[in-house]
């Protein structure tokens, strides 16, 4: 596999290699049962891409030529200092290239990309919890939800 690694960034202006479609397709896809229904995928990527005032972050896609075989988004807070200064709201990995590192040169290249703390959640189940760990995260915290 020849694997390439493209940065979508909310302070560049080139034209993406993918559209948002085709980012929340691959994430509706390939979050499994841990993922989210695609309004709320297509709401994190327009964060990401500052939609709105005060929203940034980035997008990390894996991809073979035109195939998306893995992505990462990360959505800052800009509250540095009292909660971190990004989340990592979505990792997903194309089912064909789980185990053989995609995840984890995406971890990584996320981790060199960002200045300061990153936060993430994960179900106890899922098995991406090891290679979050393996890579320094910790619970630190119990959360708490009210469903209104």
Do not use: W
Request: with cysteine.
């Amino acid at each position: 596999m020849n694997i390439s690694y493209t940065l979508i960034h909310t302070d560049k202006k080139e034209k993406p290699k993918f559209s948002r479609e085709q980012i929340a397709e691959f994430l509706y896809k390939h979050l499994d049962q841990y993922g989210d229904q695609k309004s709320a995928i297509t709401k994190c990527i327009g964060y990401a891409y500052g939609d709105g005032p005060g929203q940034d972050g980035f997008i990390l896609i894996a991809h073979e030529q035109d195939e998306i075989l893995g992505l990462v988004i990360i959505n800052d807070t800009n509250m540095g200092e009292f909660i971190p200064e990004h989340i990592l709201v979505y990792i997903a990995v194309h089912a064909k290239t789980r185990g053989k590192g995609v995840g984890k040169e995406l971890m990584k290249r996320v981790i060199d990309e960002t200045e300061g703390d990153i936060a993430l959640h994960v179900e106890p189940d899922n098995p991406a919890k090891f290679l979050y760990e393996k890579f320094g995260f910790t619970n630190k915290y119990l959360e708490m939800r009210l469903k209104k």
